[in-house]
């Protein structure tokens, strides 16, 4: 039974906490986060206390962490938890900045924890199934991806003016994750163009809401990507990967099976709002392979390398899109 | 080149003319109807010539009579007809009599003149496709068929009064034939529920507006179709046939390609509105057959033998709904 | 927090043991089996202890049993239960004997314990977003039911020995529930043909694995319901509603959202295999509102009269296979 | 009724050719061609006569030219048909060069003779319906338009050598002019990919066969074109309108409406194979939009300005691929 700590009870660390509940082979044993109250009801719900970051590290029976905390703290806390010998799952970022980011994956590879950074889309059965029937060679060989990636709302003011062209760094980053891994290859370049398309009071400090990038792979392959903040009809996530020998589409889900026929139109449900909804069984499945990766010693599926790379095309977008230039990114 | 007469220049007749006019192989001598207005019409719209029965009948350049008049005419017609040595293809029914049914089929016999019954449904390309299927063995054995269809709109009242429970003998006489020829099997038991549910103004005579039948064939093999007046999406027209290896659905057509989404749902065009429209193609693929049928002097595909078996199981549904009993047909 | 008592732990009874383990406001205090293996595996799963049905009867802190035993035992778990004052929910049948029923129904009214039968489909969301949709007049008045019902694989030959012509007694009651419920009406007749159609090394009792049914309602709306026990691709579940404004479909659901085209064909994965995959979620929307009717005192959702109207519509069906007339249902 | 001469008898000539003949207002009079026997065989399958251009255009029936021949002929045709005073029908492109292409706008100018560049696409009826329900506002502020535009096959290599980066100039021209169309704004930047990732057999001149396009339009809405030659499951053809209020998507057809159920997919037909299919509807509507506007002398709905600033975005996406950089649009 490998018992957690949870670090951040807000946001996406409730789900995490649930899958941990429902895990045969794990528990959650304590919650952190600054604010108590949440922590507390997190706690609650799943018969586990209320406890502190130094607290929850100096107890041997905590055997692994997770990390739902602002972006910023990431790299502090997956360092902490690193060399106090704890498994440590991380949603993404490891940090905005490529050196600190570097720095962990040393304090990483020192301490030999397992370590999982959360790029959940990787464990959705779907996107899961297309990328393993390319492997299979299903669709010879890749030749270009073209993903859908947009969400039903741009994140509040605030949090917009931390994290400036967060569409490339904070939402893009999932799919040039999913990318790299659907295309087993690296961009040679990153050509993104963004614009403000959303009015004032949507979107106050004009922070690019609706963008399109371009990646060309090593091997010459072409991967596009496109990602809006408001997209009505709620979370459209698509991946399309096109081969010498076929297609495969990744597509929407939607809400319930029932189809309407009136006298004007055959209707169906639009797809879940969001992420935590559209990639709920992803988030089990992350979590079951990460226990399932600490269990056995292997390493897990995702690492901070994935973590590094996906920021590094990221970061070379939004300089694109700065500059109105491709970008050529470094090996 | 093989020349036509039409009689009957309303309803379907212009879309014969069209299809007779735009086809490589044909052409439209002369145009045959009571209501010479109409009959000019059609025969402005192609060239043709307005004429009287017996004017055509005695034109040796005619080779070909399509008869689209109401059906009590259709077997006077067709006799006539055929003792002029004329190849015919004549819309369902021959006659609502088996009795002038059989009488007819002699003198097609007897004269051996190229006849076909207008069942246009066996010449949709998806329809064709499934029987095709079928017959080459893709779902194993038959074992289920469940069709469904449905019209837009109930004919008018006084229609309805010169053929009641034409649901069955008018309509779904169709969908007898599609069901034996699909299942390549005949009917041993018929069993008919009907409902007038439609408001007295829309079916003043309360004539069945909507209703469902059972078949079950010799093979033991069940078939199950349901029908109604007043499907506000349009012209339903689904067939799906299940067997030991697996199923075959030929799915309602749409009107075009285009998807909507917005906040509340995703949509798509209903069905055609009615037949003209959805078996558009049918009814060019069916004069096709039937002059290839007279040039090569094979038999039509569809023979007065099947509208005689289809018109015996819709009389067979029209005594089962009237008695509520199953009725057993005869061989 | 309500604690349970599973009796029956084979089947269903894990479904319903992991459930009641992941629902915030129950626990799985107790497991009761002849099969002690079977209990023991289940109990050690979610924390529970094995025990005997008198000692969970006599524990005051067992407030809801749920019983998921065969069929015919039913009835005396149900009253045992119910006297001992018992919350109970139950797997369909109560019993396939209407008198055992109707005894059944007397302890429960006497006693006044909670009591839910296990139709499990109407808690599928997608079905349930058609009742409510036809409960809320979107189409109008409901004149046609259409129900889609098989199964991938038939019952082993000993389970069928005991339950002959279970395709309408262990299946399509199931079916008759539906109807019942989405079209708030009663059937005043049924109609059922039945084949059996699978060879004798998959059916050796030769027991019916193919049929077709169609009700009248009392309204005049028409029901056609059909199975099978060897759809190869999955269990396939579909309910159409048309009534006079339109259609509802609720489709079959799919393994995977993934869509590969080749050169041949475009193809999705098949629904899942069989019920346990496809109503996860069902099973779980089931024990919360039963859970929620305990705590409330509210009576459940699906209670002893509609376990016994379906099962007398299952009877009068399996009369009219072996019959082959119509059979009148009394009120 | 009004006359035409066809130029050009191979390819698309033939379409044309018999669009014209079923058309109620239309006729073929004549027929053009160098290769005398293609000129024959379409002439004799319309009953019309073969002659020579000078013939054609001095003959005073002759009330329309529609040009079919190879693209560097286009322009001096077209100036010759308008002194003559002809309708003028034309495929696309004008001319490869800009300059031809003011040189015959100027004649255009001149002359008044009504004009028509063949971009069928606009006549689809699937993608005119999205395009009009952009117009009306359905999906609000258009933002972003997504382009899926894969050919079945790469041309000969000798129409390559001449043609080199058609899947610019040939290609996604139709798809530049579907972006000005719907998005009703022109690009202010193109940004260019394309790799030849076919094999030296098939592509022996190592053109693009795979490209990706971003266009940045003035109003800061962007376009997404993605475009290959080996598209094995058939022409694949889809746009895909995103804006503030929801999204259109304009699919992919489908050869029938069959759908086939076995143990391991449910699979439907793939696309039709290629754009004399795909578009059939779209060439008979195109050919009536121009009759009208020849009947009643209003401008054709595609004009020369189309073709030339589609051609200009297509150079400009050259320079982009050849150069690397993204290209800025004069106005």
Same mark, same amino acid.
């Given at each position: ?17 649930? #899958? ?32 502190? !970051? ?29 060399? *106090? ?5 991380? =949603? ?15 304090? !990483? ?43 039903? =709302? ?33 961009? +040679? =370049? ?28 090593? #091997?010459?392959? !072409? ?7 408001? *997209? ?15 297609? !495969? ?53 995702? #690492? ?7 920021? *590094? ?7 694109? +899109? ?10």
């Amino acid at each position: 039974m490998l018992e957690f700590c949870l670090v951040g009870a807000g946001f996406i660390g409730p789900v995490h906490a649930a #899958n941990i509940a429902a895990h045969p082979r794990a528990t959650l044993r304590c919650v952190v986060d600054l604010d108590t109250a949440a922590a507390a009801r997190v706690a609650e719900a799943h018969k586990a206390r209320v406890t502190t !970051l130094d607290a929850a590290l100096a107890d041997p029976r905590v055997g692994a962490v997770v990390i739902c905390t602002p972006a910023h703290t990431h790299a502090e806390l997956i360092t902490r938890a690193a060399w *106090a010998g704890k498994a440590v799952f991380c =949603e993404k970022p490891i940090d905005l900045d490529l050196d600190r980011v570097a720095a962990c994956e040393g304090v !990483l590879a020192e301490t030999g924890v397992p370590f999982c950074i959360g790029f959940n889309r990787r464990f959705d059965p779907s996107h899961a199934a297309l990328r393993a029937a390319v492997a299979a060679g299903e669709i010879g060989r890749p030749e270009m991806l073209v993903i859908t990636s947009r969400d039903p =709302e741009i994140s509040p003011p605030d949090y917009v003016a931390q994290m400036p062209y967060g569409i490339f760094t904070d939402t893009m980053i999932h799919d040039f994750d999913m990318a790299r891994w659907i295309m087993a290859d690296e961009p +040679a =370049e990153v050509y993104a163009r963004a614009s403000a398309l959303m009015d004032a009071a949507a979107n106050p400090h004009r922070d690019p809401d609706t963008a399109m990038v371009v990646l060309t792979l090593r #091997n010459g392959a !072409l991967v596009h990507i496109n990602s809006s903040f408001r *997209a009505v009809y709620g979370y459209d996530q698509r991946i399309e990967a096109f081969g010498s020998a076929g297609m !495969l589409i990744s597509r929407n889900a939607e809400k319930t099976l029932l189809e309407r026929y009136t006298a004007d139109r055959v209707s169906r449900d639009v797809p879940p709002y969001f992420f935590i909804q559209r990639y709920r069984e992803a988030f089990a499945a992350e979590l079951e392979a990460f226990v399932t990766a600490v269990e056995t010693g292997m390493s897990p599926a995702v #690492n901070a390398e994935d973590g590094r790379r996906a920021l *590094a095309i990221a970061q070379a977008a939004v300089e694109s +899109a700065k500059s109105g230039q491709p970008v050529t990114l470094a090996g």
